[in-house]
């Protein structure tokens, strides 16, 4: 499946394109049914592949519950569980409540940069408005790029009124993650290399 697809949950394009490859099996009835999936996930942008998926989840009025699902992203094995409920209506009456964890996982890479860390990290609220909460350790990091320090500097500062600048280091701008209360403490185990 072209992942641009999960836009439509949304009502919204989502922010990365790649491709879900994915066997799923579903028995029971509509009501009550055992949901399970293997399969390879890869989001494109310099996000790595999630690879090796398995996941065993319980479908049950209108909630989605997440048994058990583990994988590996960059080689390093992750584990996710939690639940949404109210599925049929998720953009607008939604609820989330998931949690990743995972050791030295892959989390961006590209030619100039690699990014590793541990990760704690939960999702919770309404699917309108979630909060990400939780921790982020980087256990490995890397850039080998031309860089001068003015230029590097002023793409980073955004102006805001006044003429005063900020510093932006990303931005997501469809929704649900525009709205996204983001709680993460962020912290480096090991020295970022640049």
């Given at each position: 499946?072209?992942?641009?697809?999960?836009?439509?949950?949304f009502g919204?394009?989502?922010?990365?394109?790649?491709?879900?490859t994915?066997?799923?099996?579903v028995s029971?009835?509509g009501?009550?049914a055992?949901?399970?999936?293997d399969?390879?996930l890869?989001?494109g942008?310099g996000?790595?592949p999630?690879?090796?998926?398995?996941?065993?989840?319980r479908?049950s009025d209108?909630?989605?519950?997440?048994?058990d699902?583990?994988?590996?992203?960059?080689g390093?094995a992750f584990r996710?569980?939690?639940?949404?409920?109210r599925?049929?209506?998720?953009?607008e009456a939604g609820e989330?409540?998931?949690?990743?964890?995972?050791?030295?996982?892959?989390?961006?890479?590209?030619?100039?940069t690699?990014?590793?860390?541990?990760?704690?990290?939960?999702?919770?609220?309404?699917?309108?408005?979630?909060t990400?909460?939780?921790?982020?350790?980087?256990?490995?990091?890397?850039y080998?790029?031309?860089l001068?320090?003015?230029?590097?500097?002023?793409?980073?500062?955004?102006r805001t009124?006044?003429?005063r600048?900020?510093?932006e280091?990303f931005?997501?701008r469809q929704r649900?993650?525009?709205?996204m209360?983001?709680?993460v403490?962020?912290?480096?185990?090991?020295?970022v290399?640049?």
């Amino acid at each position: 499946a072209d992942l641009r697809a999960v836009g439509l949950l949304f009502g919204e394009e989502p922010p990365f394109a790649g491709r879900l490859t994915a066997e799923l099996s579903v028995s029971g009835t509509g009501e009550e049914a055992e949901v399970r999936a293997d399969g390879r996930l890869e989001p494109g942008g310099g996000l790595p592949p999630v690879e090796a998926v398995r996941m065993r989840a319980r479908w049950s009025d209108g909630s989605l519950e997440i048994v058990d699902c583990e994988g590996r992203l960059g080689g390093s094995a992750f584990r996710l569980s939690g639940r949404l409920d109210r599925v049929r209506d998720f953009p607008e009456a939604g609820e989330v409540e998931l949690r990743l964890t995972g050791d030295h996982l892959l989390l961006f890479r590209t030619e100039e940069t690699l990014l590793r860390g541990d990760l704690e990290l939960r999702l919770s609220g309404p699917a309108a408005r979630p909060t990400l909460s939780g921790r982020v350790a980087l256990t490995e990091g890397r850039y080998e790029g031309g860089l001068t320090a003015l230029d590097g500097m002023s793409r980073m500062l955004a102006r805001t009124t006044g003429g005063r600048r900020r510093l932006e280091l990303f931005s997501l701008r469809q929704r649900p993650w525009r709205d996204m209360a983001l709680l993460v403490d962020l912290s480096a185990a090991a020295p970022v290399q640049v």
